[in-house]
């Protein structure tokens, strides 16, 4: 006689919980991680701390066995207590011109593109997220379509970073002919309203045992949070850029509507006051051309008059459409007379050439949903 178990009613299995990972801790966290678990004695936290940070950051390791000069047993109990996982890799698509965009999901629900542009700055810039969506809503910028989720910790800001590297196969971490040369707060967020994170993902990144980017190589971009100008110059160091696109606060509060808030002549105040602002510590602007709307001479001779006496460079970006985007980018002719009288009134004025526009992985085109359709269904049903 066959028997039958009922398990329909069985509890569920609890599952172990997740051990702490390790690899977005600052040197004071690892080491009182490391201490609270009792890995390690209070008098030798810091010592082992600095061990691992080696091994985390600048060799990139994700096993404790691989930390060869730390005793076995210390490995095995690393290892029981922590992890030093990457983060998922949900979507990986390459650009024709070599761009690279990672789709990456840090926990459930918690979605965020990452973009790794060659040839730009050094050898190479990395664009980081620093929230999930946003609240900002900046009417040509397809992220801004993404209701804001939340923010990004420094662990997971740093994730993008390690994801990178280990696609770049940069590890241990070179001081020359690397590739990611740059890192640059432009991807997903307004980094301003997660300046504790941001600033500890700076830190971390800049340490010199460890991803060794240089503070003057990270650059955080802001479409003008005022008063946290001044906290991010004083705690992180690193280079400022201004998401601007406008000349005169009416159509800047269009296109940017934070501007209401913090309207131009506040946000100037804000940036001539910015901590350490020289000649050789420029101000980036951010322009994006839009045809019709903010491209005309005169507007290019205002931009030049907004800006006097600021030590400072325009980028100007061609407009990367987005599907249903309501605008269109300026004719190429229009964007180098721009471009021309900027020059004349003092100011270098790159037109950025549009990178990744293939994958949306351009400037103003990056969006993470859970429930987006992902492009290769969409290359999919496009073939059909």
């Given at each position: 006689?066959?028997?039958?178990?009922?398990?329909?009613?069985?509890?569920?299995?609890?599952?172990?919980?997740?051990?702490?990972?390790?690899?977005?801790?600052?040197?004071?966290?690892?080491?009182?991680?490391?201490?609270?678990?009792?890995?390690?004695?209070?008098?030798?936290?810091?010592?082992?701390?600095?061990?691992?940070?080696?091994?985390?950051?600048?060799?990139?390791?994700?096993?404790?066995?691989?930390?060869?000069?730390?005793?076995?047993?210390?490995?095995?109990?690393?290892?029981?207590?922590?992890?030093?996982?990457?983060?998922?890799?949900?979507?990986?698509?390459?650009?024709?011109?070599?761009?690279?965009?990672?789709?990456?999901?840090?926990?459930?629900?918690?979605?965020?593109?990452?973009?790794?542009?060659?040839?730009?700055?050094?050898?190479?810039?990395?664009?980081?997220?620093?929230?999930?969506?946003?609240?900002?809503?900046?009417?040509?910028?397809?992220?801004?379509?993404?209701?804001?989720?939340?923010?990004?910790?420094?662990?997971?800001?740093?994730?993008?970073?390690?994801?990178?590297?280990?696609?770049?196969?940069?590890?241990?971490?070179?001081?020359?002919?690397?590739?990611?040369?740059?890192?640059?707060?432009?991807?997903?967020?307004?980094?301003?309203?997660?300046?504790?994170?941001?600033?500890?993902?700076?830190?971390?990144?800049?340490d010199n045992e460890g991803i060794a980017i240089s503070r003057r190589r990270i650059t955080v971009?802001?479409?003008?949070?005022?008063?946290?100008?001044?906290?991010?110059?004083?705690?992180?160091?690193?280079?400022?850029a201004i998401s601007l696109h406008a000349t005169n606060d009416e159509l800047r509060e269009q296109?940017?509507?934070?501007?209401?808030?913090?309207?131009?002549?506040?946000?100037?105040?804000?940036?001539?006051?910015?901590?350490?602002?020289?000649?050789?510590?420029?101000?980036?602007?951010?322009?994006?051309?839009?045809?019709?709307?903010?491209?005309?001479?005169?507007?290019?001779?205002?931009?030049?008059?907004?800006?006097?006496?600021?030590?400072?460079?325009?980028?100007?970006?061609?407009?990367?459409?987005?599907?249903?985007?309501?605008?269109?980018?300026?004719?190429?002719?229009?964007?180098?007379?721009?471009?021309?009288?900027?020059?004349?009134?003092?100011?270098?004025?790159?037109?950025?050439?549009?990178?990744?526009?293939?994958?949306?992985?351009?400037?103003?085109?990056?969006?993470?949903?859970?429930?987006?359709?992902?492009?290769?269904?969409?290359?999919?049903?496009?073939?059909?």
């Amino acid at each position: 006689m066959g028997v039958t178990l009922d398990i329909s009613h069985a509890p569920a299995s609890p599952r172990p919980p997740a051990r702490p990972n390790l690899s977005g801790l600052t040197r004071s966290e690892l080491a009182a991680a490391m201490v609270a678990a009792d890995v390690v004695r209070p008098e030798k936290a810091r010592m082992r701390a600095s061990q691992l940070w080696r091994w985390i950051h600048h060799y990139g390791v994700t096993d404790f066995a691989a930390m060869t000069d730390v005793a076995k047993e210390t490995r095995a109990a690393l290892a029981e207590a922590f992890s030093l996982d990457r983060p998922e890799i949900v979507e990986r698509q390459v650009s024709t011109d070599g761009t690279r965009k990672w789709l990456i999901r840090t926990a459930p629900g918690i979605e965020i593109e990452t973009v790794y542009i060659p040839d730009v700055g050094r050898a190479g810039a990395l664009c980081v997220s620093s929230q999930v969506g946003c609240t900002l809503n900046c009417t040509f910028c397809h992220t801004g379509t993404q209701a804001l989720v939340r923010n990004l910790t420094a662990a997971e800001i740093v994730a993008q970073v390690q994801v990178a590297r280990d696609d770049l196969g940069e590890w241990p971490s070179p001081k020359a002919d690397r590739r990611l040369s740059n890192i640059v707060f432009m991807g997903m967020g307004e980094p301003l309203y997660n300046l504790d994170h941001v600033a500890g993902a700076i830190d971390i990144i800049a340490d010199n045992e460890g991803i060794a980017i240089s503070r003057r190589r990270i650059t955080v971009s802001t479409s003008g949070v005022v008063p946290e100008l001044k906290p991010l110059g004083e705690r992180t160091q690193a280079m400022l850029a201004i998401s601007l696109h406008a000349t005169n606060d009416e159509l800047r509060e269009q296109l940017v509507p934070l501007n209401k808030k913090y309207p131009l002549a506040e946000l100037m105040g804000g940036i001539r006051a910015f901590p350490g602002l020289s000649n050789a510590k420029r101000v980036t602007f951010e322009y994006v051309m839009l045809k019709g709307v903010n491209d005309s001479p005169a507007e290019a001779k205002a931009l030049v008059q907004l800006l006097k006496g600021i030590p400072a460079k325009i980028n100007l970006i061609p407009f990367n459409p987005w599907p249903g985007s309501p605008y269109e980018c300026s004719d190429w002719g229009t964007i180098e007379t721009f471009a021309a009288i900027l020059n004349r009134g003092g100011y270098a004025s790159p037109i950025r050439t549009p990178r990744g526009r293939d994958i949306l992985a351009a400037c103003g085109q990056l969006k993470s949903e859970s429930a987006k359709v992902r492009a290769s269904v969409r290359r999919k049903a496009a073939a059909t």
